[in-house]
C-alpha cells in the first residue's frame, strides 16, 4: 500500500512568512510524529497525535510552531514568521500504535529559509 | 537534544566486508530501534530490540544491546554497495517519544 506522503518536498520562503507543510500518513495508523532533522544530525522530536489529539508538543522550538490533526489522518504542521534557523528537514512518521512499534517515515519536507 | 551517540560518526569498509557501528544512550528505556536514511529512501527501520532482549538478527543485520552498559552495536555482514548510507540509533524510554543520536556514515567502496 501507499506510504507516508509529504508535501511539498522543497520549500524556500523568504524570512517572515508562513509556511504549511502536510503529512499524509499511512491509512489506519492512529500515531503520527513530527520530527525536525538539521544537516548531518538525527531527527528530534516535535511533536506527536493519537488520533486528532496532540498529546505531546514540548519538542516544538517555539510558539511560531503549531501543528494539527483535525480529523485523526492528514496533519499540517505550520510555521510562522519563519526564520532563518528554522531551515531544515521536517519529517513525518506513523505507526500503528506506539510502545515498541516501528515508525513509517515520509521523505520530508526541506524547508530553506532565506 | 539527542540521547543516542554513534560511533564511529563515519566508517568506510571494502564490498564483502562486515560493518559494526555502536549506540550509546544515557537513560533506561524500554526499546532501542536502528534506521536507516539514504537520498533514495529516506528513513527505513531496519530491527527493533526490546530492553529484556541481549541479541537479534534480521538477515545480514545483527543487533546486541546491553542494558547495563547502555549501549548496543549492529553488524551488517558482508556489505553491499546498497548498504551505503547512514545509521540511526533511536531509544524509546517513555511511551511514544523516540530519542535519536547523531548516526554513523557508512560508505562501502566497491
Known amino acids: 500500500g501507499a506510504g507516508v506522503s509529504q508535501s511539498p518536498r522543497y520549500k524556500v520562503a523568504k524570512r517572515g512568512q508562513d509556511v504549511a507543510l502536510r503529512c499524509d500518513p499511512i491509512s489506519g495508523h492512529v500515531s503520527l510524529f513530527w520530527y525536525q532533522q538539521a544537516l548531518g544530525q538525527g531527527p528530534e522530536f516535535l511533536t506527536y497525535?493519537?488520533?486528532?489529539?496532540?498529546?505531546?508538543k514540548s519538542g516544538l522550538p517555539s510558539d511560531r510552531f503549531f501543528a494539527e490533526r483535525p480529523e485523526g489522518s492528514v496533519s499540517t504542521l505550520k510555521i510562522q514568521r519563519t526564520q532563518q534557523e528554522d531551515s531544515a528537514v521536517y519529517l513525518c512518521a506513523s505507526s500503528s500504535g506506539t510502545g515498541g512499534f516501528e515508525q513509517y517515515f515520509g521523505p520530508g519536507t526541506r524547508l530553506t529559509v532565506t | 537534544s539527542q540521547q543516542g551517540e554513534e560511533d564511529p560518526q563515519a566508517l568506510s569498509i571494502q564490498e564483502g566486508e562486515n560493518a559494526t557501528m555502536n549506540c550509546s544512550y544515557k537513560?533506561?528505556?524500554?526499546?532501542l530501534q536502528w534506521y536507516r536514511q539514504n537520498s533514495g529512501r529516506g528513513l527505513v527501520h531496519l530491527i527493533l530490540?526490546?530492553?529484556n532482549e541481549r541479541e537479534k538478527h534480521s538477515g545480514r543485520l545483527r543487533v546486541t544491546l546491553d542494558t547495563s552498559k547502555k549501549s548496543s552495536s549492529l553488524l551488517i555482514t558482508a556489505s553491499r554497495a546498497a548498504d551505503t548510507a547512514s545509521y540511526f540509533c533511536a531509544t524509546e524510554g517513555g511511551y511514544y517519544q523516540l530519542i535519536w543520536g547523531a548516526g554513523t556514515k557508512l560508505i562501502i567502496k566497491p
Open positions: 530490540i526490546r530492553s
Open positions: 497525535f493519537q488520533n486528532e489529539a496532540q498529546l505531546d
Open positions: 537513560t533506561s528505556i524500554n526499546n
